[in-house]
Protein backbone atom coordinates (compact mmCIF):
# COMPACT_ATOMS: atom_id res chain seq x y z
CA UNK A 1 0.00 0.00 0.00
CA UNK A 2 1.47 3.45 -1.08
CA UNK A 3 2.30 5.37 2.06
CA UNK A 4 0.50 8.55 2.29
CA UNK A 5 2.06 11.67 4.85
CA UNK A 6 -0.12 15.04 5.36
CA UNK A 7 0.36 17.71 7.80
CA UNK A 8 -1.43 20.29 9.62
CA UNK A 9 -0.48 23.16 11.95
CA UNK A 10 -2.42 23.69 15.30
CA UNK A 11 -3.05 27.01 14.73
CA UNK A 12 -6.30 27.61 15.93
CA UNK A 13 -10.26 25.72 15.69
CA UNK A 14 -11.14 24.32 12.00
CA UNK A 15 -13.72 25.69 10.13
CA UNK A 16 -15.91 24.27 7.46
CA UNK A 17 -13.60 24.81 4.21
CA UNK A 18 -10.54 23.37 6.56
CA UNK A 19 -12.96 20.08 6.79
CA UNK A 20 -14.89 20.20 3.55
CA UNK A 21 -11.55 21.20 1.49
CA UNK A 22 -8.87 18.90 3.77
CA UNK A 23 -9.26 16.78 6.35
CA UNK A 24 -12.08 15.33 5.69
CA UNK A 25 -9.95 13.59 2.80
CA UNK A 26 -7.97 12.61 5.40
CA UNK A 27 -10.13 10.16 6.29
CA UNK A 28 -11.39 8.77 3.01
CA UNK A 29 -7.39 8.49 2.50
CA UNK A 30 -6.65 6.16 5.28
CA UNK A 31 -8.54 3.05 4.30
CA UNK A 32 -6.30 2.32 0.74
CA UNK A 33 -2.97 3.93 1.75
CA UNK A 34 -0.58 3.50 4.70
CA UNK A 35 -1.32 6.93 6.48
CA UNK A 36 0.68 9.08 8.34
CA UNK A 37 -0.87 12.38 9.64
CA UNK A 38 1.15 14.81 11.56
CA UNK A 39 0.14 17.92 14.04
CA UNK A 40 2.88 19.87 12.95
CA UNK A 41 3.30 22.01 15.78
CA UNK A 42 7.30 23.30 15.84
CA UNK A 43 6.11 24.61 12.02
CA UNK A 44 3.50 27.14 14.31
CA UNK A 45 6.40 27.87 16.39
CA UNK A 46 7.87 30.19 13.09
CA UNK A 47 4.86 32.37 13.75
CA UNK A 48 4.85 32.17 17.57
CA UNK A 49 2.27 31.39 19.04
CA UNK A 50 1.12 31.82 22.51
CA UNK A 51 2.43 28.49 24.52
CA UNK A 52 -0.89 27.77 26.50
CA UNK A 53 -3.09 28.40 23.35
CA UNK A 54 -0.49 26.38 21.33
CA UNK A 55 -1.04 23.68 23.94
CA UNK A 56 -4.53 23.92 23.52
CA UNK A 57 -4.47 23.73 19.87
CA UNK A 58 -2.40 21.22 19.11
CA UNK A 59 -4.87 18.72 21.89
CA UNK A 60 -8.17 19.97 20.71
CA UNK A 61 -6.61 19.42 16.73
CA UNK A 62 -5.89 15.86 17.78
CA UNK A 63 -9.45 15.46 19.48
CA UNK A 64 -10.54 17.10 16.48
CA UNK A 65 -9.11 14.81 13.74
CA UNK A 66 -10.38 11.55 15.76
CA UNK A 67 -13.46 12.97 16.09
CA UNK A 68 -13.85 13.64 11.90
CA UNK A 69 -12.97 9.57 12.26
CA UNK A 70 -9.00 9.63 11.68
CA UNK A 71 -8.66 6.08 13.02
CA UNK A 72 -5.70 6.07 15.12
CA UNK A 73 -5.26 2.63 15.51
CA UNK A 74 -4.83 2.07 11.34
CA UNK A 75 -3.40 5.52 10.64
CA UNK A 76 -0.30 7.01 12.09
CA UNK A 77 -1.77 10.05 14.06
CA UNK A 78 0.88 11.65 16.22
CA UNK A 79 2.46 15.09 17.23
CA UNK A 80 5.70 16.30 15.10
CA UNK A 81 7.31 17.44 18.41
CA UNK A 82 7.24 14.51 19.90
CA UNK A 83 9.57 12.86 17.26
CA UNK A 84 12.73 14.25 17.63
CA UNK A 85 13.93 12.95 14.28
CA UNK A 86 11.72 16.22 12.20
CA UNK A 87 14.12 18.86 14.46
CA UNK A 88 17.01 16.56 13.83
CA UNK A 89 16.77 16.24 9.86
CA UNK A 90 15.39 19.21 9.42
CA UNK A 91 18.75 20.49 9.63
CA UNK A 92 20.14 17.67 7.16
CA UNK A 93 17.73 19.51 4.76
CA UNK A 94 18.24 23.29 5.63
CA UNK A 95 22.14 21.77 4.67
CA UNK A 96 21.00 20.32 1.07
CA UNK A 97 18.51 23.17 -0.11
CA UNK A 98 20.20 26.52 -0.57
CA UNK A 99 19.97 29.86 0.33
CA UNK A 100 18.09 30.81 -3.23
CA UNK A 101 15.57 28.14 -3.34
CA UNK A 102 14.30 28.90 0.19
CA UNK A 103 14.14 32.76 -0.67
CA UNK A 104 11.88 31.78 -4.22
CA UNK A 105 9.12 30.50 -1.99
CA UNK A 106 5.82 32.70 -2.00
CA UNK A 107 4.33 31.30 1.00
CA UNK A 108 7.70 33.02 2.26
CA UNK A 109 7.08 36.29 1.01
CA UNK A 110 3.53 36.43 1.97
CA UNK A 111 4.16 35.50 5.84
CA UNK A 112 6.93 37.47 6.04
CA UNK A 113 4.88 40.64 5.19
CA UNK A 114 2.58 40.23 7.75
CA UNK A 115 4.74 39.98 10.95
CA UNK A 116 7.22 41.66 12.29
CA UNK A 117 9.67 39.52 13.80
CA UNK A 118 10.50 37.16 10.91
CA UNK A 119 11.83 34.18 12.33
CA UNK A 120 14.85 32.23 10.85
CA UNK A 121 12.14 29.18 10.82
CA UNK A 122 10.00 31.18 8.75
CA UNK A 123 12.66 31.10 6.61
CA UNK A 124 13.96 27.65 6.77
CA UNK A 125 10.26 26.36 7.31
CA UNK A 126 10.20 24.47 4.24
CA UNK A 127 13.20 22.62 5.44
CA UNK A 128 11.18 20.88 8.32
CA UNK A 129 7.99 20.02 5.90
CA UNK A 130 10.38 18.22 3.87
CA UNK A 131 12.16 16.47 6.69
CA UNK A 132 8.32 15.68 7.44
CA UNK A 133 8.23 13.79 4.39
CA UNK A 134 11.01 12.26 3.85
CA UNK A 135 11.23 10.19 7.19
CA UNK A 136 8.34 8.41 6.56
CA UNK A 137 9.20 7.13 2.93
CA UNK A 138 6.22 8.85 1.67
CA UNK A 139 5.03 7.82 -1.51
CA UNK A 140 2.32 10.07 -2.00
CA UNK A 141 1.43 13.78 0.00
CA UNK A 142 -2.32 14.79 -0.36
CA UNK A 143 -2.26 18.96 0.15
CA UNK A 144 -3.65 21.66 -1.98
CA UNK A 145 -2.38 23.64 -4.67
CA UNK A 146 -1.34 26.31 -1.92
CA UNK A 147 1.53 23.71 -0.97
CA UNK A 148 3.06 22.54 -4.85
CA UNK A 149 5.96 24.96 -4.08
CA UNK A 150 7.02 23.36 -1.06
CA UNK A 151 6.63 19.66 -2.13
CA UNK A 152 8.25 20.95 -5.45
CA UNK A 153 11.00 21.88 -3.18
CA UNK A 154 10.71 18.59 -1.00
CA UNK A 155 11.50 16.38 -4.37
CA UNK A 156 14.40 18.66 -5.35
CA UNK A 157 16.01 18.13 -1.97
CA UNK A 158 15.37 14.22 -1.78
CA UNK A 159 16.87 13.92 -5.59
CA UNK A 160 19.99 16.36 -4.42
CA UNK A 161 20.65 14.18 -1.52
CA UNK A 162 20.23 11.08 -3.51
CA UNK A 163 23.01 12.50 -5.88
CA UNK A 164 25.12 14.13 -3.57
CA UNK A 165 25.13 11.22 -1.07
CA UNK A 166 23.50 8.18 -2.47
CA UNK A 167 20.19 5.90 -2.19
CA UNK A 168 18.32 7.83 0.73
CA UNK A 169 15.20 8.93 0.40
CA UNK A 170 12.16 8.21 -1.86
CA UNK A 171 11.30 10.79 -3.83
CA UNK A 172 7.51 12.06 -3.08
CA UNK A 173 4.84 12.49 -5.35
CA UNK A 174 2.20 15.97 -5.20
CA UNK A 175 -1.43 14.59 -5.28
CA UNK A 176 -3.92 17.84 -5.25
CA UNK A 177 -6.91 15.76 -3.36
CA UNK A 178 -9.80 15.64 -5.24
CA UNK A 179 -12.08 18.85 -5.78
CA UNK A 180 -13.48 18.73 -2.00
CA UNK A 181 -14.94 21.89 -2.67
CA UNK A 182 -13.26 25.58 -1.99
CA UNK A 183 -15.40 26.76 0.47
CA UNK A 184 -15.95 30.83 0.84
CA UNK A 185 -16.20 33.17 3.38
CA UNK A 186 -19.99 33.69 3.91
CA UNK A 187 -20.04 37.10 4.06
CA UNK A 188 -17.09 37.62 1.41
CA UNK A 189 -17.41 34.63 -1.57
CA UNK A 190 -14.55 35.96 -3.58
CA UNK A 191 -12.03 35.43 -0.24
CA UNK A 192 -11.36 31.64 1.10
CA UNK A 193 -12.93 31.06 4.14
CA UNK A 194 -10.47 31.34 6.76
CA UNK A 195 -9.20 31.31 10.75
CA UNK A 196 -7.94 34.45 10.88
CA UNK A 197 -11.07 36.62 11.28
CA UNK A 198 -12.24 34.95 15.06
CA UNK A 199 -15.58 35.24 15.17
CA UNK A 200 -16.39 36.64 11.70
CA UNK A 201 -19.96 35.89 10.55
CA UNK A 202 -18.96 34.44 7.40
CA UNK A 203 -16.79 31.76 9.04
CA UNK A 204 -18.73 28.47 10.07
CA UNK A 205 -16.48 26.58 12.73
CA UNK A 206 -16.60 22.50 12.91
CA UNK A 207 -17.56 23.42 16.76
CA UNK A 208 -20.24 25.97 16.40
CA UNK A 209 -23.50 24.54 17.46
CA UNK A 210 -26.73 24.51 15.22
CA UNK A 211 -28.50 27.43 15.86
CA UNK A 212 -24.87 29.64 14.69
CA UNK A 213 -24.57 27.40 12.02
CA UNK A 214 -28.33 28.11 10.58
CA UNK A 215 -28.01 31.90 11.57
CA UNK A 216 -24.58 32.08 9.50
CA UNK A 217 -26.04 30.33 6.63
CA UNK A 218 -29.11 32.66 6.45
CA UNK A 219 -27.36 35.57 6.13
CA UNK A 220 -24.90 34.48 3.90
CA UNK A 221 -24.67 36.93 0.64
CA UNK A 222 -26.25 36.50 -2.24
CA UNK A 223 -26.92 38.29 -5.13
CA UNK A 224 -30.08 40.37 -6.25
CA UNK A 225 -30.55 38.62 -9.66
CA UNK A 226 -32.49 35.78 -7.63
CA UNK A 227 -31.51 33.18 -10.35
CA UNK A 228 -30.07 29.40 -8.62
CA UNK A 229 -27.14 28.92 -11.09
CA UNK A 230 -23.53 27.12 -10.34
CA UNK A 231 -21.30 30.64 -11.95
CA UNK A 232 -18.58 31.50 -9.35
CA UNK A 233 -17.32 34.46 -11.29
CA UNK A 234 -20.65 35.85 -12.04
CA UNK A 235 -22.36 34.42 -9.17
CA UNK A 236 -19.96 33.55 -5.92
CA UNK A 237 -22.01 33.72 -2.90
CA UNK A 238 -24.82 31.19 -4.58
CA UNK A 239 -21.93 29.34 -5.86
CA UNK A 240 -20.31 29.01 -2.66
CA UNK A 241 -23.99 27.88 -1.05
CA UNK A 242 -24.52 25.00 -3.98
CA UNK A 243 -20.16 23.85 -3.57
CA UNK A 244 -20.85 23.39 0.29
CA UNK A 245 -24.00 21.76 -0.20
CA UNK A 246 -22.80 19.64 -3.02
CA UNK A 247 -19.73 18.75 -1.04
CA UNK A 248 -21.56 17.91 2.41
CA UNK A 249 -23.96 15.72 0.11
CA UNK A 250 -21.54 14.06 -2.06
CA UNK A 251 -23.04 15.99 -5.53
CA UNK A 252 -21.85 18.26 -8.15
CA UNK A 253 -22.27 22.41 -7.57
CA UNK A 254 -24.38 22.73 -10.69
CA UNK A 255 -26.20 19.23 -10.24
CA UNK A 256 -27.45 20.73 -7.02
CA UNK A 257 -28.57 24.18 -8.98
CA UNK A 258 -31.18 22.48 -11.01
CA UNK A 259 -33.10 21.62 -7.23
CA UNK A 260 -33.20 25.11 -6.44
CA UNK A 261 -35.46 27.71 -7.39
CA UNK A 262 -34.98 30.43 -4.65
CA UNK A 263 -32.44 31.27 -2.33
CA UNK A 264 -33.94 30.83 0.89
CA UNK A 265 -34.24 26.67 0.72
CA UNK A 266 -30.71 26.04 -0.63
CA UNK A 267 -29.43 28.43 2.34
CA UNK A 268 -31.71 26.42 4.75
CA UNK A 269 -30.69 22.92 2.93
CA UNK A 270 -27.00 24.05 3.01
CA UNK A 271 -27.43 24.89 7.03
CA UNK A 272 -28.48 21.08 7.15
CA UNK A 273 -26.78 19.44 5.48
CA UNK A 274 -23.36 21.19 7.24
CA UNK A 275 -25.35 20.34 10.71
CA UNK A 276 -26.11 16.81 9.47
CA UNK A 277 -22.56 16.38 8.72
CA UNK A 278 -20.96 18.19 12.05
CA UNK A 279 -23.15 17.01 14.56
CA UNK A 280 -21.96 13.26 15.26
CA UNK A 281 -17.87 15.02 15.10
CA UNK A 282 -19.29 17.33 17.76
CA UNK A 283 -20.52 14.68 19.54
CA UNK A 284 -17.19 12.75 19.89
CA UNK A 285 -15.47 15.56 20.27
CA UNK A 286 -16.74 15.80 23.28
CA UNK A 287 -16.43 12.86 24.56
CA UNK A 288 -12.95 13.35 23.87
CA UNK A 289 -12.25 16.10 25.64
CA UNK A 290 -14.02 14.98 28.80
CA UNK A 291 -11.27 12.29 28.71
CA UNK A 292 -7.81 14.58 27.94
CA UNK A 293 -6.00 11.47 29.16
CA UNK A 294 -7.02 9.53 26.35
CA UNK A 295 -6.07 11.56 23.83
CA UNK A 296 -2.54 12.26 25.41
CA UNK A 297 -1.88 8.33 25.26
CA UNK A 298 -3.56 7.93 21.85
CA UNK A 299 -0.72 10.63 20.60
CA UNK A 300 1.75 8.72 22.45
CA UNK A 301 1.02 5.53 20.62
CA UNK A 302 1.61 7.27 17.57
CA UNK A 303 4.59 8.81 17.96
CA UNK A 304 6.02 5.67 19.16
CA UNK A 305 4.90 4.16 15.85
CA UNK A 306 5.92 7.13 13.78
CA UNK A 307 9.72 7.15 15.46
CA UNK A 308 9.82 3.51 14.44
CA UNK A 309 9.75 4.72 11.04
CA UNK A 310 11.57 8.06 11.10
CA UNK A 311 14.22 6.76 13.46
CA UNK A 312 15.78 4.57 10.77
CA UNK A 313 15.48 7.29 7.62
CA UNK A 314 17.09 9.25 9.92
CA UNK A 315 20.02 6.84 10.84
CA UNK A 316 19.93 6.23 7.20
CA UNK A 317 20.55 10.24 6.20
CA UNK A 318 23.00 11.17 8.92
CA UNK A 319 25.30 7.63 8.05
CA UNK A 320 24.76 8.92 4.70
CA UNK A 321 26.57 12.52 5.09
CA UNK A 322 29.09 11.21 7.28
CA UNK A 323 27.77 11.74 10.83
CA UNK A 324 29.54 9.21 13.18
CA UNK A 325 26.84 6.50 14.44
CA UNK A 326 25.69 7.35 18.02
CA UNK A 327 26.64 4.62 20.32
CA UNK A 328 23.11 4.96 21.82
CA UNK A 329 21.78 4.58 18.58
CA UNK A 330 20.29 1.03 18.12
CA UNK A 331 21.41 1.05 14.09
CA UNK A 332 25.14 2.18 14.84
N1 LIG B 1 2.91 23.50 5.25
C1 LIG B 1 1.69 22.75 5.42
C2 LIG B 1 0.53 23.74 5.47
O1 LIG B 1 0.73 24.89 5.75
C3 LIG B 1 1.70 21.94 6.69
C4 LIG B 1 2.72 20.85 6.63
C5 LIG B 1 3.85 20.75 7.37
C6 LIG B 1 2.68 19.72 5.77
N2 LIG B 1 4.52 19.64 7.06
C7 LIG B 1 3.85 18.97 6.09
C8 LIG B 1 1.79 19.27 4.78
C9 LIG B 1 4.16 17.80 5.39
C10 LIG B 1 2.10 18.10 4.10
C11 LIG B 1 3.27 17.36 4.40
O2 LIG B 1 -0.59 23.35 5.23
Not at 34 to 46: F, G, R
Not at 168 to 179: D, K, N, S, Y
Not at 245 to 251: E, S, V
Amino acid sequence: MARVFSGIQPSGDLHLGNFLGAVRNWVRVQDEHDAVYCIVDLHALTLRPDASELRAATLRLAQTLIAIGIDPEHSILFVQGHVPEHAELSWLMECTASFGELNRMTQFKDKSGRTDFISAGLFSYPALQAADILLYDTDLVPVGDDQRQHIELTRDIAERFNNRYGDTFVVPEHVIPPAGARVMDLQDPTAKMSKSEGEAPGTVWMLDDVGKIEKKFRRAITDSDGEVRYDPEAKPGVSNLLSILGAATDREPAAVAADYEQYGPLKSDAADAVISALEPIQKRFADLVADPAETERVLARGAERAREIASATNDRARAAVGLLPRSSSPRS
